[in-house]
């Protein structure tokens, strides 16, 4: 779908070219990070540097299994180590999950001392675990990243969210920059301002990539001459380079 501004990938998406997935108008991703106590995506380090370093905002997501959700939301907090503010959400869709574990797993993020942001993504599950109930522990701690592919208008636990603040409305979206994977593409429920807002650690300030132009796909060469005995080190740096993240060197 053109003008999608927010995506979600997985190692399954491979390493994208972020300069190309921004270029189409990607301001946001979401990356997986974590499942169980034990498993770490691991594209997720890389493809989180790489696309903050095109200018993409992200945040991480934890895939969350039956039984021991407290070691597992530990084992999250322990893999991403969050900033301050650092959005997290909770995948929550995979049949044998109860609203019970799901409750462990929120007050476990919530309790954590960096005030960290919680979502909860779902879709059937929570839907029909709510049905049209009133969860007052979710409507205060929570917000809602809805699953629901229909050419219509999604449905959800309007007992528990009285809106829905991400909907992911497509897993077959296609993105220049993203070869040979079908995508994730959600809609945000506000501006593309309040897009960015939400999806970076409370208090941050807006990143500068967010007010540039984007950086130009051409290639650019350098030559460089000096005599054989002097060791050259050059610095690459683009537009919109996170202050958090390295850029990257090159030693001649």
């Known amino acids: 779908m053109p003008g999608v501004k927010c995506i979600d990938i997985s190692h399954w998406q491979g390493f994208p070219d972020f300069e190309e997935v921004r270029a189409s108008g ?19 380090t890389t493809n989180f540097v790489e696309a903050t370093n095109a200018g993409i905002s992200c945040c991480t997501y934890h895939w969350l299994s039956p039984s021991d959700p407290v070691g597992q939301m530990n084992f999250y907090l322990g893999v991403v180590d969050p900033v301050p503010g650092e959005r997290m959400v909770i995948d929550y869709e995979q049949d044998g999950c109860s609203l019970a574990e799901l409750h462990d797993a929120v007050r476990i993020l919530k309790a954590d001392p960096r005030q960290l942001q919680v979502t909860v993504y779902s879709g059937h599950l929570l839907k029909e675990q709510l049905g049209a109930d009133h969860d007052q522990y979710l409507a205060e701690n929570t917000d809602l990243w809805l699953a629901h592919y229909t050419s219509g208008n999604p449905t959800w636990s309007h007992g528990t969210y009285d809106h829905w603040t991400l909907w992911q409305y497509s897993d077959t979206g296609t993105l220049p920059g993203i070869e040979d994977a079908h995508v994730d593409f959600n809609e945000f429920n506000g501006s593309d301002k309040e897009l960015l807002d939400w999806i970076r650690p409370a208090g941050a300030a807006l990143p500068p990539s967010a007010s540039l132009p984007l950086p130009s796909l051409e290639t650019v060469y350098i030559n460089v001459l000096a005599p054989e005995h002097v060791k050259v080190k050059m610095r690459v740096s683009t537009p919109g380079r996170s202050a958090r993240r390295p850029q990257r060197r090159q030693d001649l």
């Open 26 to 44: 990607v301001l946001a991703m979401i990356h997986k990070a974590s499942e169980g106590t034990s498993y770490i995506d691991p594209n997720c």
